[in-house]
């Protein structure tokens, strides 16, 4: 009998789910997208109903395109948008809409924290720096702003966390409240060299340690589902991963030094960093890669807030385009003299920058600044963005980068590839399959229930490399006028404070 491995990826647009035969190959995908709530404070939430109601009607979606029986499937595995946080009812319904990871109206709680004189402590245990990017400050305001959360919290009759936990917890019909190591190393209330969760810093942020899920292996048996009784008999969830944890997975970067960049609405730049934690003096967050097979690996990471989501801005908010595929011919068509840069800090800047409070600046214009200037100079903000942090990481952990393994839909884009290996100075190999955090805990998932090894799953992976064109004096040019639109965006925070 066929042994099918489910992969769902519950990412921040919308939710996939992918199918695999015993060999590793994709047989299918389907997709289900989810509104993006936004207010005029610039607030973003999902409705985790909607959320939990796409992951169902995923898998009979992607059972039809493969065409296989639904019986056959020996397992799933599930990858979530990180750091994304909600609060739900002992019988699963939501209290809240979930706060999205852009979100960023957390600050004041991270200002108390800072001024209470835990933001070192922070850092040296979560091995992430004081933000409201982060759930520990998002579950705080939920906990003093939604009305009878705090008093259920303490009464044991809510749970609070993050997606991949909200989703175990439905699909498990309550049975299974637990989270898996990469994820609980992203809250900022886990203490990555003990690997528990920290009574201090959870008392830092009014959290009860005690209405947090359990962590678990992110290979462990998580619970069953049958998808609200859409199969015959339940599966077991056998992996669970934050994405950008799945997608390092599902690229192969599973030796310490190895790098991957994850380009979604935002973008993940995450290196293997072995069995122990490096900490970061550039900006930087240590997390857990994952625990599998009972071996801990760690990651040294640098999250940005907008990539893929310029081109989304581009298209939505200036009608600038008609479709993301248009940005690569304008980008090549723009005029060379032309030294327009964006710095898209539309919620703040992420790694290495941390500053929630710096505004987006579109620096340089002329009058040879027009509509395909302005889309390249959306598409550089890109490739620059990823190369801050790839510097930081060379200088956190002494090693120079060798290659950088890239996946997510601007990957199609030949012109921001051919640019990120010439801004980076590195070989750009872009991965042939697109739906790599998914890939990822669906190939974990097998590993964990024997159908898979994972020393032969990535062997004779054709990848697309762009290698270094321009001579190192045009990327440093380039670069450097990027650093200076960087400086301008957070020295116009500093005059509107």
């Given at each position: 009998?066929?042994?099918?491995?489910?992969?769902?990826?519950?990412?921040?647009?919308?939710?996939?789910?992918?199918?695999?035969?015993?060999?590793?190959?994709?047989?299918?995908?389907?997709?289900?997208?989810?509104?993006?709530?936004?207010?005029?404070?610039?607030?973003?939430?999902?409705?985790?109903?909607?959320?939990?109601?796409?992951?169902?009607?995923?898998?009979?979606?992607?059972?039809?395109?493969?065409?296989?029986?639904?019986?056959?499937?020996?397992?799933?595995?599930?990858?979530?948008?990180?750091?994304?946080?909600?609060?739900?009812?002992?019988?699963?319904?939501?209290?809240?809409?979930?706060?999205?990871?852009?979100?960023?109206?957390?600050?004041?709680?991270?200002?108390?924290?800072?001024?209470?004189?835990?933001?070192?402590?922070?850092?040296?245990?979560?091995?992430?720096?004081?933000?409201?990017?982060?759930?520990?400050?998002?579950?705080?305001?939920?906990?003093?702003?939604?009305?009878?959360?705090?008093?259920?919290?303490?009464?044991?009759?809510?749970?609070?966390?993050?997606?991949?936990?909200?989703?175990?917890?439905?699909?498990?019909?309550?049975?299974?409240?637990?989270?898996?190591?990469?994820?609980?190393?992203?809250?900022?209330?886990?203490?990555?060299?003990?690997?528990?969760?920290?009574?201090?810093?959870?008392?830092?942020?009014?959290?009860?340690?005690?209405?947090?899920?359990?962590?678990?292996?992110?290979?462990?048996?998580?619970?069953?589902?049958?998808?609200?009784?859409?199969?015959?008999?339940?599966?077991?969830?056998?992996?669970?991963?934050?994405?950008?944890?799945?997608?390092?997975?599902?690229?192969?970067?599973?030796?310490?030094?190895?790098?991957?960049?994850?380009?979604?609405?935002?973008?993940?730049?995450?290196?293997?960093?072995?069995?122990?934690?490096?900490?970061?003096?550039?900006?930087?967050?240590?997390?857990?890669?994952?625990?599998?097979?009972?071996?801990?690996?760690?990651?040294?990471?640098?999250?940005?807030?907008?990539?893929?989501?310029?081109?989304?801005?581009?298209?939505?908010?200036?009608?600038?385009?008609?479709?993301?595929?248009?940005?690569?011919?304008?980008?090549?068509?723009?005029?060379?003299?032309?030294q327009s840069y964006l710095v898209p800090a539309f919620s703040g800047l992420g790694a290495p920058y941390w500053d929630s409070a710096a505004v987006g600046v579109l620096y340089g214009m002329t009058r040879t600044t027009h509509r395909p200037e302005?889309?390249?100079?959306?598409?550089?903000?890109?490739?620059?963005?990823?190369?801050?942090?790839?510097?930081?990481?060379?200088?956190?952990?002494?090693?120079?980068?060798?290659?950088?393994?890239?996946?997510?839909?601007?990957?199609?884009?030949?012109?921001?590839?051919?640019?990120?290996?010439?801004?980076?100075?590195?070989?750009?190999?872009?991965?042939?399959?697109?739906?790599?955090?998914?890939?990822?805990?669906?190939?974990?998932?097998?590993?964990?229930?024997?159908?898979?090894?994972?020393?032969?799953?990535?062997?004779?992976?054709?990848?697309?490399?762009?290698?270094?064109?321009?001579?190192?004096?045009?990327?440093?040019?380039?670069?450097?006028?990027?650093?200076?639109?960087?400086?301008?965006?957070?020295?116009?925070?500093?005059?509107?404070?």
């Open positions: 009998m066929a042994k099918y491995v489910l992969g769902i990826d519950q990412s921040t647009q919308g939710t996939k789910a992918i199918l695999f035969d015993e060999k590793g190959a994709l047989l299918a995908r389907a997709d289900r997208p989810h509104r993006q709530i936004v207010n005029d404070r610039g607030w973003v939430e999902h409705d985790p109903e909607e959320i939990y109601g796409n992951v169902v009607a995923t898998v009979p979606d992607v059972v039809a395109r493969a065409g296989v029986d639904k019986g056959d499937i020996a397992c799933v595995g599930i990858s979530n948008q990180r750091e994304t946080s909600l609060v739900w009812n002992a019988d699963g319904t939501p209290r809240h809409n979930a706060i999205v990871w852009q979100d960023a109206r957390a600050t004041d709680v991270c200002k108390r924290v800072a001024t209470a004189g835990m933001e070192d402590a922070v850092r040296e245990r979560s091995g992430i720096r004081l933000s409201p990017y982060f759930p520990a400050a998002k579950l705080a305001w939920i906990c003093e702003h939604v009305d009878g959360v705090a008093r259920g919290l303490r009464a044991g009759k809510l749970r609070l966390g993050t997606v991949d936990a909200y989703l175990v917890y439905r699909l498990t019909q309550g049975e299974s409240y637990k989270t898996d190591y990469s994820n609980a190393s992203r809250t900022e209330l886990f203490d990555i060299r003990r690997l528990a969760w920290d009574e201090e810093l959870c008392d830092a942020f009014g959290i009860p340690v005690a209405a947090l899920p359990e962590v678990c292996d992110s290979d462990a048996l998580f619970g069953v589902t049958d998808f609200e009784g859409y199969l015959d008999a339940p599966i077991p969830i056998h992996a669970v991963m934050g994405d950008s944890h799945g997608a390092l997975f599902g690229q192969g970067c599973l030796r310490p030094g190895m790098v991957k960049a994850t380009y979604g609405t935002g973008s993940s730049v995450m290196m293997n960093a072995g069995e122990s934690p490096v900490t970061s003096e550039s900006g930087l967050v240590s997390s857990l890669a994952w625990k599998l097979g009972g071996k801990v690996s760690y990651v040294l990471e640098g999250n940005i807030n907008y990539t893929g989501a310029v081109v989304t801005w581009l298209k939505d908010d200036l009608g600038l385009i008609e479709s993301a595929g248009e940005t690569e011919e304008l980008a090549r068509v723009a005029s060379e003299r032309d302005i889309v390249r100079a959306a598409l550089d903000s890109i490739g620059y963005q990823i190369t801050d942090v790839l510097r930081a990481m060379e200088r956190d952990s002494g090693v120079s980068l060798g290659e950088l393994r890239v996946d997510g839909g601007p990957t199609h884009n030949g012109y921001l590839m051919q640019f990120q290996s010439d801004i980076a100075r590195v070989p750009v190999a872009v991965s042939p399959t697109e739906e790599l955090s998914g890939m990822g805990v669906a190939y974990a998932a097998g590993c964990g229930m024997g159908i898979y090894d994972a020393d032969r799953l990535f062997d004779g992976v054709e990848r697309r490399v762009f290698r270094p064109k321009r001579d190192e004096a045009w990327s440093r040019s380039k670069y450097d006028g990027w650093r200076h639109a960087v400086s301008k965006a957070l020295s116009e925070t500093e005059e509107r404070s």
